[in-house]
């Protein structure tokens, strides 16, 4: 029998367990090391892969707030004990009251929607959690009203919007100091309207924000303001079964969410990476064949937004007529060997693209019990709007930003966050997920390619160099492709001007890009030889645990 400490994380004092508790194996890989932290914390207090989860979200929500939050939406899929699957789609919810202008801004009040985070936390809690949900709450509330060290990252990306959240009090009151400044690198930001936020949740779970004074706090500040989320709309909103769905790929099956999520992107192009032989591929005609099926497969969002037929995303008929589209190469003459030493430079990009901002983590216990999970506010700070009693910011969905929706009122409009669990032979083999906009399936594909067609360590796949397939959304709000040209990841472990040379001779446009952090972040753990190994993306800020050793 154990005896052990636990954090008493609402007073931020340390005092030892009174009672015996059964130590919980299980890893966590999350975009920043407090979020891993706090899941290791619930593992040490006997709760499960559930319960980290649900920690790890709410002390993202505190310490990334520029990528996820209260305000924002998301998609989760969890690996039962008895190896089923259940989907979460908690994306936001566009309100009864919208209406669409032609001029409509990306930001701002008139851009939020419901809100769907809480919502899918509680749901996922109530039916698969161990723990009280008050307890998993107390990391959050801890780094909320006690502070927490900035890291670089999110100092850089809250210091290229100060514009923007000067102009409003809520993010003001959240974010600046009383000159009007982001808070350094290395201070301490405390955020004690988000604390008492969490402190209502905490108590009275979802009904405490979808129902109580949170939700009329919410809509006294959208009827002021001229946004569109009322009472009505909070207490209607409902999480929606994530819809799910799975396919083999080589020996092994993958599991993800269909749109409003974006595992449809992964599978389509899974599907059609499934007509060729991968592993026969040297490393410059694997990219060449990555980049094409990611670029058809972005391409169908046009004529199959909604992917209202699941059964047409794994489609081995339209996927056989599609590959035909794929041109690969002549043989190369030379093979890559990835380096594995990568490790940020001092100029890492930690603003990066409009829309590519996200947090992804994944926990997975001894017993089987896995989580993906995917969420996010939309770009830096969401609409950039917020409460000012609440202390969060909502996320930017309907105008400007998800534009490549009809943005009807009671939609979620789709986004391409893609939470991924990978089996073999019914246990799990991999759970992973990314951050980075349009990116997010095309890190997924290309890690999922590398582990399983290259035979790559997980940790070696992550790090190893990706490619993007050009994609531009047109004035109809299409997304256009071009299969003869990519983007080539040439940072870090990059890749070489050899490659680009053979690229560039076989006919491919290719625009090199030297910005770390540029090309999606993977959040991912392993199975293996009875071990849990979490692996995090070298190109952010975020941490796994130690690997775990799953005992008889």
């Known amino acids: 029998m154990i005896r052990f400490f636990v954090f008493c994380l609402l007073s931020n004092t340390v005092v030892a367990a009174t009672d015996t508790l059964k130590l919980t194996e299980g890893s966590v890989s999350s975009a920043h090391p407090l979020a891993t932290h706090a ?53 936001t919810e566009i309100p009864k009251s919208f209406i669409k202008s032609t001029d409509m801004p990306s930001s701002g009040y ?40 900035l890291l670089p990252g999110e100092v850089a990306r809250q210091t290229s919007v100060i514009e923007s959240i000067s102009a409003d009090v809520g993010m003001q009151r959240a974010f600046l100091d009383a000159e009007g400044a982001v ?26 924000f979808y129902r109580g004074d949170i ?44 749109a409003p999520a974006g595992g449809g992107l992964v599978a389509k192009a899974m599907m059609l990476l499934s007509y060729f032989d991968m592993t026969s591929l040297d490393d410059a005609r694997w990219a060449t064949t990555v980049s094409q099926a990611l670029a058809i497969s972005i391409e169908s969002m046009s004529s199959n937004y909604y992917e209202k037929n699941l059964d047409e995303l794994t489609d081995s008929t339209w996927a056989k007529q599609q590959s035909k589209r794929i041109f690969i190469p002549l043989i190369s003459q030379k093979t890559r060997i990835s380096d594995n030493n990568k490790s940020l430079p001092p100029g890492t990009d930690w603003i990066g693209a409009p829309g590519a901002h996200t947090s992804h983590f994944a926990t997975a216990d001894c017993t089987g019990l896995t989580v993906s999970m995917t969420q996010t506010i939309g770009p830096i700070f969401g609409a950039k709007v917020a409460t000012p009693e609440l202390g969060f910011a909502y996320a930017a969905t309907m105008g400007g930003y998800l534009r490549t929706g009809l943005q009807n009122p009671g939609e979620r409009p789709r986004t391409s966050i893609a939470p991924v669990i990978v089996t073999q032979q019914n246990k799990v083999v991999m759970a992973l997920g990314a951050a980075g906009g349009i990116r997010i399936p ?33 004035k109809d709000n299409e997304r256009v492709i071009d299969l003869s040209a990519f983007d080539a990841e040439m940072d870090g472990p990059g890749w070489d001007e050899s490659d680009i040379l053979y690229w560039q001779n076989a006919g491919f446009k290719v625009n090199e890009i030297s910005k770390s952090a540029s090309f999606g972040r993977i959040h991912a753990i392993v199975g293996q030889d009875d071990k849990l190994v979490g692996v995090a993306d070298p190109d952010w800020e975020g941490s796994a645990n130690d690997p775990v050793r799953c005992s008889e």
């Open 39 to 91: 899941a290791e914390t619930i593992y040490r207090s006997g709760g499960n892969a559930v319960d980290a989860a649900v920690a790890a979200s709410l002390v993202l929500s505190v310490v990334e707030p520029t990528m996820s939050g209260l305000g924002g939406r998301a998609q989760s899929i969890v690996r039962t004990q008895k190896g089923d699957f259940v989907g979460y789609n908690g994306m």
């Open 442 to 474: 095309s890190a997924i594909v290309q890690t999922l390619s590398r582990y399983i067609d290259q035979g790559k360590s997980l940790s070696e796949a992550v790090t190893a160099p990706r490619v993007h397939p050009l994609a531009t959304i047109n």
């Open 183 to 208: 808070t350094a690198v290395g201070k301490i930001l405390k955020q004690p309207d988000l604390a008492k936020t969490l402190k209502r949740v905490a108590l009275g779970g979802a009904d405490a």
């Open 110 to 149: 008139s851009t939020v929607a419901t809100p769907g985070l809480v919502a899918l936390l509680w749901n996922m809690h109530q039916q698969h959690g161990e723990l009280p949900f008050a307890e998993l709450v107390r990391p959050a509330i801890d780094y909320a009203e006690n502070g927490f060290a």
């Open 215 to 258: 939700a009329r706090a919410i809509s006294d500040d959208m009827d002021h303001q001229g946004g569109f989320v009322t009472q009505q709309d909070l207490s209607e909103y409902q999480v929606l079964p994530g819809r799910y769905i799975s396919f083999a790929y080589r020996d092994f099956t993958i599991h993800t969410l269909a």
